[in-house]
């Protein structure tokens, strides 16, 4: 725990003195899985709170990825079920990068032990002095063309989602938020505006002008 707060933080939807429960694992999962791009699951039977955690993930607009069993095996159940319902079938770290279109080569950064973390203000601070350039004359940026407007095909409500979006792309949670309506009304809105041909959709469900 001091090492959390010295380098993290400590997120809950419980006060901090609340005793351990099994009944808190379901809120607490879906705190992770709405902090990841997408939630894996590798085992699981069907009953089980893993399952959970993905139908959570997939309410709150993640990715869900299920790593295919050997037929006949408990555990295989609930990835096989998942797949059924439209996860993405993963075969290796690389299927699941690519999916979310991140580069093959990340590495995953070592875990420090406790002991291993330092105080700020044990930390050394190396000074380096960096020569000022020359100013360079700024260049007054061109106005941006006004996008076209929507015809009258597209609904108030679409109206609403694609005003929100940014150029490079926003997640669905972020469109719900901004909209004040439910993630399944945004998807309902984004599907129609992808096949209007007003928005496209990147991998992590995150959606852009076109």
Not at 67 to 72: L, R
Request: hydrophobic content about 40%; glycine content about 6%; some cysteine.
């Amino acid at each position: 725990m001091e090492a959390i707060t010295r380098n993290g933080c400590v997120l809950s939807q419980y006060p901090m003195d609340s005793p351990p429960s099994k009944t808190h694992f379901p809120v607490r999962n879906r705190i992770i899985s709405g902090m990841t791009l997408g939630t894996v699951v590798v085992q699981a039977p069907t009953r089980s709170g893993v399952l959970i955690t993905a139908h959570s993930a997939t309410e709150q607009g993640r990715e869900v990825f299920a790593v295919p069993g050997e037929i006949g095996l408990h555990n295989s159940e609930g990835p096989h079920a998942l797949i059924r319902e439209g996860a993405k079938l993963v075969e290796s770290v690389e299927d699941i990068l690519t999916e979310l279109s991140l580069p093959a080569e990340m590495q995953i950064r070592p875990v420090l032990r406790a002991s291993e973390y330092e105080e700020p203000a044990k930390k050394k601070v190396r000074q380096v002095s960096v020569p000022q350039k020359a100013a360079v004359p700024s260049i007054p940026a061109s106005a941006p063309e006004p996008a076209p407007a929507p015809p009258a095909s597209v609904t108030h409500a679409e109206k609403d989602v694609l005003s929100v979006l940014a150029p490079n792309g926003s997640y669905v949670d972020e469109i719900a938020a901004a909209c004040r309506i439910s993630i399944a009304e945004a998807l309902s809105a984004l599907t129609m505006l992808e096949i209007k041909g007003w928005v496209r959709q990147f991998s992590g469900k995150r959606f852009a002008p076109r």
